[in-house]
T-cell receptor, first 117, second 112 residues
Framework: AQKITQTQPGMFVQEKEAVTLDCTYDTSDPSYGLFWYKQPSSGEMIFLIYQGSYDQQNATEGRYSLNFQKARKSANLVISASQLGDSAMYFCAMSLPPGGGSEKLVFGKGTKLTVNP | DTGVSQDPRHKITKRGQNVTFRCDPISEHNRLYWYRQTLGQGPEFLTYFQNEAQLEKSRLLSDRFSAERPKGSFSTLEIQRTEQGDSAMYLC??????????FGQGTRLTVV
């Protein structure tokens, strides 16, 4: 069964510094997608970045980049130049293979990031 | 606002009462999902619709839970005879042809 593990319950970073949030995953299927979502205290899940299992390059979206190491089954999120507004819960998720299925998301337990001024 | 909309944002109910939540997805999205999130956990999948057809249900979805999506537009999630263990955030998400799912702000249910 697909599983996502986030081992850091909480992380602290100074404003303007970079931070890495860890995510490892488990699946036997060769085709999958990996996602990172941000959840502020308001509750909404905000999509940040996506990496497909066959993508050759690591995904980047502005200050967000995904360090994808397929052999190690890890998909760490790197946030550069942290801002106070980055303080939130961050969830790593995996979608089941496309092609007929629901492509539902399986989430980790999340990491609470606090950015200090 | 053209995002996913959920109503109500908060609901407090007495144990044993029925509750119904509504989700309005992004208009061109044919795929709709319901998730449940308890304190300190990530969201867990409940059910999936493609247009009006409910194609997948989690075993988490007991027979007290029912979801509909008439006409393939908005969706409702009803919980009958609520229990304290039903207290959670209920999240709706929709998805079009792209890879990412867009979430609403959720409905926080408290059963007292």
């Amino acid at each position: 069964a697909q599983k996502i593990t986030q081992t850091q319950p909480g992380m602290f970073v100074q404003e303007k510094e970079a931070v890495t949030l860890d995510c490892t995953y488990d699946t036997s299927d060769p085709s999958y997608g990996l996602f990172w979502y941000k959840q502020p205290s308001s509750g909404e899940m905000i999509f940040l970045i996506y990496q497909g299992s066959y993508d050759q390059q690591n995904a980047t979206e502005g200050r967000y980049s995904l360090n994808f190491q397929k052999a190690r089954k890890s998909a760490n999120l790197v946030i550069s130049a942290s801002q106070l507004g980055d303080s939130a819960m961050y969830f790593c998720a995996m979608s089941l293979p496309p092609g007929g299925g629901s492509e539902k998301l399986v989430f980790g337990k999340g990491t609470k990031l606090t950015v200090n001024p | 606002d053209t995002g996913v909309s959920q109503d109500p944002r908060h609901k407090i109910t007495k144990r044993g009462q029925n509750v119904t939540f509504r989700c309005d997805p992004i208009s061109e999205h044919n795929r709709l999902y319901w998730y449940r999130q308890t304190l300190g956990q990530g969201p867990e999948f409940l059910t999936y619709f493609q247009n009006e057809a409910q194609l997948e249900k989690s075993r988490l979805l007991s027979d007290r839970f029912s979801a509909e999506r008439p006409k393939g537009s908005f969706s409702t999630l009803e919980i009958q005879r609520t229990e304290q263990g039903d207290s959670a955030m209920y999240l709706c998400a929709s998805r079009g042809q792209g890879t990412e799912a867009f979430f609403g702000q959720g409905t926080r249910l408290t059963v007292v």
